[in-house]
């Protein structure tokens, strides 16, 4: 079942791709992008990673982390999508433990639109390193979380398609709302 914002994170605790531990409300006191993601090699996927990677560093100058989960093994995410530096955190979730809580969606439909529609962006995503894969959960529907410093979900993005994540400009928004930079400066003054 789909989140609402606002509310309350559903926390978690596990281990990103290279064995470090990694608590969701671990990340209180900072603005929080959780994305969900289909597989690792999918070339959709691969597209947002790399367009994610190059706007973090900017990010972190806002007090901004940013958690990128996907239903591929830890070996799989290591493969295709950490075989390039990545700035932010990666999780495996292949048993889909996560995504269940946070209510992303199977659509076979979705998988349709987007492989009818976006056929660009798969090429796009297969030059960042994504190649179709044999991945079960190949229905998965991206979405995305945007989560305060006080570790409330304040934007829920559920994808139309399996290539549609929350457009940055939204996310952009997100970040430069008063709370990041405010939290910074009360801790320096």
């Known amino acids: 079942m789909r989140l609402q914002a606002p509310r309350a994170i559903?926390?978690?605790?596990?281990?990103?791709?290279f064995g470090e531990s990694i608590q969701l409300s671990a990340f209180k006191g900072k603005k929080v992008m959780l994305c969900f993601f289909r597989d690792a090699a999918c070339p959709f996927c691969n597209f947002r990673v790399y367009e994610l990677t190059h706007r973090y560093k900017e990010w972190q100058k806002d007090n901004v982390e940013v958690i990128a989960v996907f239903s591929s093994t830890n070996d799989e995410v290591r493969n295709y999508v950490a075989r390039h530096p990545?700035?932010?955190?990666?999780?495996?979730?292949?048993?889909?433990?996560?995504?269940?809580?946070?209510?992303v969606e199977h659509s076979s439909f979705a998988l349709f639109k987007a492989l009818l529609f976006?056929?660009?962006?798969?090429f796009m995503g297969m030059k960042k390193g994504g190649y179709?894969?044999?991945?079960?959960?190949?229905?998965?529907?991206?979405a995305d979380f945007l989560i305060n410093e006080k570790g409330h979900i304040v934007d829920c993005w559920y994808g139309r398609d399996t290539s549609d994540h929350m457009p940055m400009k939204q996310v952009q928004r997100f970040i430069?709302?008063?709370g990041a930079k405010n939290h910074a400066m009360k801790r320096v003054a």
């Not at 179709?132 to 529907?141: I, T």
């Open 118 to 122: 976006k056929l660009p962006r798969i």
């Open 86 to 103: 990545r700035p932010f955190r990666l999780v495996a979730d292949p048993d889909l433990e996560i995504y269940n809580r946070y209510g």
């Open 132 to 142: 179709p894969s044999k991945n079960p959960n190949v229905k998965l529907v991206p």
């Open 10 to 17: 559903i926390d978690f605790s596990t281990k990103d791709v």
């Open 176 to 178: 430069q709302a008063p």
